[in-house]
Protein backbone atom coordinates (compact mmCIF):
# COMPACT_ATOMS: atom_id res chain seq x y z
CA UNK A 1 0.00 0.00 0.00
CA UNK A 2 1.41 3.32 -0.71
CA UNK A 3 2.03 6.01 1.92
CA UNK A 4 2.32 9.14 2.02
CA UNK A 5 4.66 11.05 4.21
CA UNK A 6 2.40 13.80 5.77
CA UNK A 7 2.67 14.15 9.44
CA UNK A 8 5.49 13.43 11.96
CA UNK A 9 5.19 12.96 15.57
CA UNK A 10 3.96 15.68 17.69
CA UNK A 11 5.79 17.70 19.59
CA UNK A 12 3.92 21.14 20.33
CA UNK A 13 1.00 21.87 18.93
CA UNK A 14 -2.36 23.41 19.30
CA UNK A 15 -5.19 21.17 21.92
CA UNK A 16 -8.60 21.28 20.75
CA UNK A 17 -11.24 19.41 22.95
CA UNK A 18 -14.59 18.07 23.00
CA UNK A 19 -17.01 16.55 25.30
CA UNK A 20 -17.28 12.82 23.87
CA UNK A 21 -17.34 11.00 20.64
CA UNK A 22 -20.76 9.61 18.87
CA UNK A 23 -22.03 6.84 16.81
CA UNK A 24 -23.82 9.67 14.68
CA UNK A 25 -19.68 11.63 14.27
CA UNK A 26 -20.01 14.61 17.25
CA UNK A 27 -18.87 18.08 15.69
CA UNK A 28 -15.75 19.09 16.79
CA UNK A 29 -15.96 22.37 15.64
CA UNK A 30 -14.02 24.63 13.41
CA UNK A 31 -10.30 26.14 13.89
CA UNK A 32 -8.16 28.31 11.26
CA UNK A 33 -4.83 27.20 9.51
CA UNK A 34 -2.88 29.70 11.27
CA UNK A 35 -4.29 28.46 14.82
CA UNK A 36 -2.98 24.91 13.88
CA UNK A 37 0.47 26.29 11.89
CA UNK A 38 2.43 24.32 15.21
CA UNK A 39 0.56 21.19 15.17
CA UNK A 40 -2.73 19.59 16.03
CA UNK A 41 -3.80 17.34 18.89
CA UNK A 42 -7.82 16.43 19.09
CA UNK A 43 -8.55 15.27 22.61
CA UNK A 44 -11.58 13.92 23.64
CA UNK A 45 -13.14 12.25 26.26
CA UNK A 46 -12.43 8.44 26.94
CA UNK A 47 -15.38 7.44 29.27
CA UNK A 48 -13.32 4.91 30.97
CA UNK A 49 -13.22 2.96 27.60
CA UNK A 50 -10.61 1.01 27.02
CA UNK A 51 -10.60 0.83 22.80
CA UNK A 52 -9.99 -2.12 20.74
CA UNK A 53 -8.68 0.02 18.10
CA UNK A 54 -8.55 4.21 16.61
CA UNK A 55 -8.38 5.68 13.88
CA UNK A 56 -7.52 8.98 12.02
CA UNK A 57 -8.84 10.24 8.89
CA UNK A 58 -8.53 13.24 6.92
CA UNK A 59 -10.93 13.93 4.00
CA UNK A 60 -9.82 17.03 1.71
CA UNK A 61 -11.25 19.39 -1.32
CA UNK A 62 -11.05 16.66 -3.56
CA UNK A 63 -12.93 13.93 -0.99
CA UNK A 64 -9.79 11.50 -1.31
CA UNK A 65 -9.93 9.85 1.91
CA UNK A 66 -6.53 9.44 3.59
CA UNK A 67 -6.06 7.28 7.11
CA UNK A 68 -3.12 7.65 9.40
CA UNK A 69 -0.80 4.86 10.64
CA UNK A 70 0.19 3.79 13.57
CA UNK A 71 3.79 5.23 12.00
CA UNK A 72 2.55 8.62 11.32
CA UNK A 73 1.92 7.91 7.85
CA UNK A 74 -0.93 8.53 5.79
CA UNK A 75 -2.27 6.26 2.93
CA UNK A 76 -5.41 6.25 0.53
CA UNK A 77 -8.48 5.04 2.25
CA UNK A 78 -11.03 3.14 0.33
CA UNK A 79 -13.71 4.19 2.74
CA UNK A 80 -14.43 0.62 4.39
CA UNK A 81 -14.05 0.46 8.22
CA UNK A 82 -12.58 -2.10 8.30
CA UNK A 83 -9.50 -1.34 6.29
CA UNK A 84 -8.76 1.43 8.58
CA UNK A 85 -4.93 1.29 10.26
CA UNK A 86 -5.24 1.40 13.78
CA UNK A 87 -3.18 4.31 14.99
CA UNK A 88 -2.58 3.10 18.48
CA UNK A 89 -4.00 5.38 20.72
CA UNK A 90 -4.65 4.72 24.25
CA UNK A 91 -6.20 6.71 26.77
CA UNK A 92 -4.64 8.71 29.37
CA UNK A 93 -5.78 10.91 32.38
CA UNK A 94 -9.54 10.16 30.78
CA UNK A 95 -8.64 11.75 27.31
CA UNK A 96 -7.66 9.86 23.92
CA UNK A 97 -5.30 12.36 22.53
CA UNK A 98 -4.88 12.30 18.88
CA UNK A 99 -2.05 13.47 17.17
CA UNK A 100 -2.81 14.54 14.11
CA UNK A 101 0.04 16.66 12.41
CA UNK A 102 3.03 18.59 14.71
CA UNK A 103 3.72 21.21 11.43
CA UNK A 104 0.76 22.34 9.29
CA UNK A 105 1.86 20.45 6.02
CA UNK A 106 2.35 22.97 3.25
CA UNK A 107 0.56 22.95 0.16
CA UNK A 108 -3.24 21.74 1.53
CA UNK A 109 -6.26 23.17 0.03
CA UNK A 110 -8.91 23.85 2.91
CA UNK A 111 -11.04 23.32 4.59
CA UNK A 112 -9.76 20.06 5.58
CA UNK A 113 -11.75 17.77 7.95
CA UNK A 114 -10.34 15.38 10.22
CA UNK A 115 -12.05 12.56 11.93
CA UNK A 116 -11.19 10.81 15.14
CA UNK A 117 -12.81 7.34 15.50
CA UNK A 118 -12.84 4.93 18.48
CA UNK A 119 -13.76 1.30 18.03
CA UNK A 120 -15.04 0.01 20.95
CA UNK A 121 -17.23 -3.46 21.91
CA UNK A 122 -20.13 -1.67 21.19
CA UNK A 123 -18.94 -0.10 17.17
CA UNK A 124 -17.52 2.98 16.49
CA UNK A 125 -18.02 6.16 17.73
CA UNK A 126 -16.33 9.42 16.11
CA UNK A 127 -15.97 13.08 15.89
CA UNK A 128 -14.48 15.51 13.37
CA UNK A 129 -12.55 18.96 13.17
CA UNK A 130 -12.29 21.02 9.97
CA UNK A 131 -9.30 23.18 9.51
CA UNK A 132 -10.46 26.67 7.73
CA UNK A 133 -7.98 28.08 5.53
CA UNK A 134 -5.82 30.94 7.08
Known amino acids: MKRLLFLGI ?4 TPVSAATLSPDD ?14 LVIAVDADDKMP ?3 HVVARF ?11 GLWAVWDGDPAH ?10 GKFSFAIFDRLPAGLFFPVSFTVIVQGATGLTSG ?5 GP
Open 84 to 93: LDDVGVIPAE
Open 52 to 54: LAT
Open 128 to 132: TLVVD
Open 26 to 39: TDLGRITAAKAADG
Open 61 to 71: QNNQPLMRGRD
Open 10 to 13: LMLA
